[in-house]
């Protein structure tokens, strides 16, 4: 079995802490129930790719916006929060996973249906 990765646990720690000041410090309109799905951080720890999904889908692309315009704030707030050397440059996408996972339930209810 293999050892968890330092990249995994600062990718967990970073999920909760973006999560908390989107949440209670971010004022953007455009950023209506956002949740943070998960972060990939790379293994030297200077990336970190933030997957999030929106309730409103039409408003993804400007969620998406606000989010990556606002990584300097962000980043210098994470680092308020997590003691590291360096704190990882942000890039924010949509998390596929979730609309992947409805389509593939979908094809079981209707294989299920036949």
Aim: glycine share 6%; proline share 4%.
């Amino acid at each position: 079995m293999l050892p968890y990765k330092r990249s995994k646990r600062v990718g967990d720690q970073l999920r909760k802490e973006l999560a908390d000041i989107i949440m209670r410090k971010m004022k953007d309109p455009r950023l209506g129930f956002v949740t943070v799905t998960s972060v990939e951080v790379t293994d030297d720890l200077r990336n970190a790719r933030v997957y999030i999904t929106i309730l409103h889908k039409e408003n993804t692309k400007a969620a998406l916006d606000a989010l990556n315009s606002a990584g300097g704030f962000l980043r210098s707030e994470v680092g308020k929060r997590v003691r590291m050397k360096v704190i990882p440059k942000l890039q924010f996408f949509e998390d596929p996973s979730l609309e992947y996972g409805a389509k593939i339930d979908r094809l079981l209810r209707d294989l299920h249906k036949e």
